[in-house]
Structure formats: structure tokens, C-alpha cells
């Protein structure tokens, strides 16, 4: 089993609709984790951070499970700028671990 | 600021060849490390440092060696290019709230 996995995508959704995002991660202490997004041919850019009492960030709002062991990233009201690549990622010490990506369409 | 560069943007190597790919950053600070992304793989960590002088491996280290030159500088060397090791390298840096900031990448062709 990975370590850290996403769901696998790809979504293609319309403007304007919400979608959510899981990422599921095995060691249990691990104690940071993140959103990046990443656009095509490009670096991935920090999107937020996800904080244990969950948090918002404009339309972008992440939560933590530690019981379940997963974390999400929903979109609302998807903008045809959201389209890219949103990789999670997760610190179990000194370390980074990266999720392999759920790519996102937005159509117009 | 430049934040973190990387050298260089793209290259092409044969097989056996050995280079070295360099990163530095203006951002002071302490911690960096070297990913390759390949697809469907996502990022996976070859090494690290977390600060000047230490450098520990990754998850994919066999085949690379590093050098933490200065708190500046983080380079990746391959000794012998192998075909496996086409990618895309990225170099990053860490804030003390483990916030990445990333360079923008190296394309890299083993023939």
C-alpha cells in the first residue's frame, strides 16, 4: 500500500460546481499536512495548509480526519482557473510525502 | 527575490554520463531537498537536508549522491546516468512550518 494516496481522477466538471478531493495516508504519525497545486509543465505551489479544526481559504476549504486517516480538499463554485493537478501531501517526521495528483478540469 | 532557481532548465545525457544539477535559493532557509517526478508517480523524495551540513536520503536515493554546499546552496549529482532516471527533478525549500517552496524544475533525458 502507498503511503499516501489520491483519488485517481481525472474530474471534469462544469463552472461553477463544487468538487471534493481525498487523500488517505497510512502512518499514523503524521503530524503536517498540505494541498499543492500544480499546472501543467510547471512546479507545484503551496495551496493551503490543513489544520486539525479543518480550514478556509476563500472558495478552498481542507479537512482532517485522524481517526479515518484521510484528508479532503473541496472547491466551491470551480472557476475554469482551477484547472491543474492537486497533489497531497503529508510529513510523517523529517520527511515529505507526496500524493500522485488528482487531476481537475473545469469546462466551461 | 528569485526564491529557489535551479540549473540547468533542460538536459540530455547518454547513458554513463555524470552530471550534477544545481539549486539555490535567497529565502535562508533551513531545510531542502531534491524530488523527481515521473508520471503517475507524483513526487517522490530522493534526498534532504535539514540544514547546513546534514544531508539524509529519501524514499529513491540509489543512484545520486547530494552536496549541501552552504546554507545557499543544495546539488544533486548523478555519477553514472542510467535510462530510469529521466525525469523531472525539482529542488524545494522548507519553512519551519514545513511550507515548500519549489524551483522550477529540471528536465532531464537519459538516452
Known amino acids: 500500500r502507498k503511503e499516501v494516496e489520491q483519488d485517481p481522477g481525472p474530474f471534469n466538471v462544469p463552472e461553477g460546481a463544487t468538487v471534493a478531493f481525498n487523500c488517505t495516508y497510512s502512518n499514523s504519525a503524521s503530524q503536517s499536512f498540505f494541498w499543492y497545486r500544480q499546472d501543467c509543465r510547471k512546479e507545484p505551489k503551496l495551496l493551503m495548509s490543513v489544520y486539525s479544526s479543518g480550514n478556509e481559504d476563500g472558495r478552498f476549504t481542507a479537512q482532517l480526519n485522524r481517526a479515518s486517516q484521510y484528508i479532503s480538499l473541496l472547491i466551491r463554485d470551480s472557476k475554469l482557473s482551477d484547472s491543474a493537478t492537486y497533489l497531497c501531501?503529508?510529513?510523517?517526521?523529517?520527511?515529505?510525502?507526496f500524493g500522485a495528483g488528482t487531476r481537475l478540469t473545469v469546462k466551461p | 527575490n528569485a526564491g529557489v532557481t535551479q540549473t540547468p532548465k533542460f538536459q540530455v545525457l547518454k547513458t554513463g554520463q555524470s552530471m550534477t544539477l544545481q539549486c539555490a535559493q535567497d529565502?535562508?532557509?533551513?531545510?531542502m531537498y531534491w524530488y523527481r517526478q515521473d508520471p503517475g508517480m507524483g513526487l517522490r523524495l530522493i534526498y534532504y537536508?535539514?540544514?547546513?551540513?546534514?544531508?539524509d536520503k529519501g524514499e529513491v536515493p540509489n543512484g545520486y549522491n547530494v552536496s549541501r554546499l552552504n546554507k545557499r546552496e543544495f546539488s544533486l549529482r548523478l555519477e553514472s546516468a542510467a535510462p530510469s532516471q529521466t525525469s523531472v527533478y525539482f529542488c524545494a525549500i522548507a519553512d519551519f512550518n514545513n511550507e515548500q517552496f519549489f524551483g522550477p524544475g529540471t528536465r532531464l533525458t537519459v538516452l
Open positions: 529565502m535562508n532557509h533551513n531545510s
Open positions: 537536508s535539514a540544514s547546513e551540513g546534514t544531508t
Open positions: 501531501v503529508v510529513i510523517p517526521g523529517n520527511d515529505m510525502r
